[in-house]
């Protein structure tokens, strides 16, 4: 550790953190079975910025960081010994392959370099047209529930909706005729990956059970349709434009080697599982939100009319829809997708004077930095002014991680903030979402992404 960094992290040892006793078998195990997110928040209220929850007996205890200058720390300044935890790897590694998700070491700095070129805006803003008649065709069914007088439920439309955007801009027009098999895979295996994460027992991949055998046979099924796809590219080098394309011309900057199909595959399949879920449960946070603040709302309906008039946004009009972004990047700091991330060091270390173990299991959550009231005033509220250039100057660069930070930042960015302003412009040119009174809207459930426990009710009413 270098002097500048001890200085920074080692004012005072204390030992180990404080926390909360729980059961004194189980510790606070089935606190986390029953109620991730209430239980993190709750140790964060009576302990305050780094807390340590209890495993069973003394064994497997999580440490909890969430100030900006810890989560530093772990993301940049000493990033090198804090990898990914073990065991939420082996479960990512079962359904999404060896992506960037789960590799390590010199392996991951190559695929990072290799599979950075797929996320350039100059790569990506061709994209935009997939994006909004993938939209389009959403709204086309939301008019029909609309006329029926049936309300639509947000969480579960963007999930579909995200996922046949990904479908396009990957693939292009290889798999239409395969993306209702694409989309029933990927359901299968996200929800099979969400109860993988939310279980503390470790199924082996060979067991005999139904959950199983239907997980198994869903990530074949993918397999095989991802497989196929690129394999015809690789016969006939043809450059669609797309996602693939971009990443199967990619080369290794020192020994000018191409991506490998396996790679190339498993980088698709981390998208679409993993990715889709992120970007739409945002979008869900957010037109919930917005139908709670029908102010920010019209001033956002505003801005699109100014920007777009009636015609449909490109990537061109992404720059200029400034508003939007900020509802965007407000959403995003009240319900961030990756709401906790997991690290583990790999040699003993200190962090705001506590000692933390060679292998401890270590959580950064955004959901509380991103509460911090010293970072944050009135930091409940839904306020898009907070990130005006100006005030996103003034704040810590690790007050806001809603994807990350430091070398290991989610690399799908830059993609998700041009898919999201389009998606967002383009439901707002149509409709207003209006939430339906008496549903349980808006209760936080952690899943692979923070997502709304029942997702919320909404009536579609055409402008």
């Not at 997708?337 to 270390?349: A, F, G, K, T, Y």
Request: proline share 7%; with cysteine; charged share 25%.
């Amino acid at each position: 550790m270098s002097d500048a960094a001890t200085a920074t992290h080692v004012r005072e040892r204390h030992g180990r953190p404080p926390g909360p006793r729980g059961n004194p078998v189980l510790g606070n195990v089935l606190d986390f079975k029953n109620d991730t997110v209430g239980a993190i928040v709750d140790g964060w209220r009576e302990y305050g910025d780094t807390v340590r929850f209890r495993g069973v007996g003394p064994f497997f205890p999580i440490y909890l960081f969430t100030h900006p200058e810890h989560v530093q720390y772990v993301f940049q300044d000493n990033f090198r010994n804090f990898r990914r935890n073990d065991f939420l790897r082996k479960k990512f590694r079962m359904v999404v392959g060896n992506g960037l998700v789960v590799s390590e070491g010199e392996s991951w700095v190559r695929q990072r370099k290799l599979a950075q070129t797929a996320f350039q805006s100059v790569r990506l803003n061709p994209l935009a047209p997939a994006m909004t008649r993938t939209t389009d065709e959403t709204l086309a069914r939301w008019r029909e529930h609309a006329s029926a007088g049936e309300p639509i439920e947000i969480q579960s439309e963007m999930m579909h909706l995200i996922l046949g955007i990904l479908t396009r801009t990957l693939f292009g027009t290889d798999m239409t005729g395969e993306a209702v098999d694409v989309e029933q895979s990927v359901a299968t295996q996200a929800k099979y990956l969400n109860d993988r994460l939310s279980s503390p027992v470790d199924i082996p991949e060979n067991a005999p059970l139904p959950v199983q055998k239907r997980f198994l046979a869903a990530r074949d099924a993918l397999n095989s349709m991802v497989d196929k796809v690129i394999a015809e590219r690789r016969r006939t080098g043809e450059d669609k434009g797309d996602l693939l394309s971009i990443l199967l011309q990619a080369r290794d900057e020192e020994t000018g080697e191409p991506i490998s199909d396996e790679q190339a595959r498993d980088e698709i399949k981390t998208l679409l599982i993993a990715g889709h879920e992120t970007t739409a449960t945002t979008l869900g946070w957010t037109f919930y939100l917005l139908s709670k603040h029908p102010e920010i709302e019209e001033r956002l309906r505003a801005e699109v009319e100014e920007v777009l008039g009636d015609r449909p946004p490109t990537a061109d009009d992404v720059p200029n829809l400034k508003y939007a972004t900020m509802v965007l990047y407000e959403s995003l700091r009240l319900y961030p997708p990756l709401w906790i991330v997991s690290r583990m060091p790999i040699e003993d270390d200190v962090i705001g004077g506590y000692d933390v173990p060679a292998g401890t299991s270590m959580i950064i959550c955004s959901y509380l930095t991103h509460r911090n009231a010293e970072f944050w005033e009135n930091p409940e509220g839904f306020d898009p002014e907070r990130f005006t250039p100006e005030a996103m100057k003034a704040q810590h660069r690790y007050a806001y991680i809603p994807f990350g930070g430091g070398p290991r930042g989610c690399i799908g960015f830059p993609f998700a903030m041009m898919e999201m302003p389009v998606v967002l412009a383009r439901v707002l040119q149509e409709f207003r979402l209006r939430l339906v009174p008496g549903y349980p809207s808006g209760q936080p459930e952690s899943a692979i992404s923070l997502r709304q426990r029942h997702g919320s009710l909404m009536r579609a009413e055409p402008v």
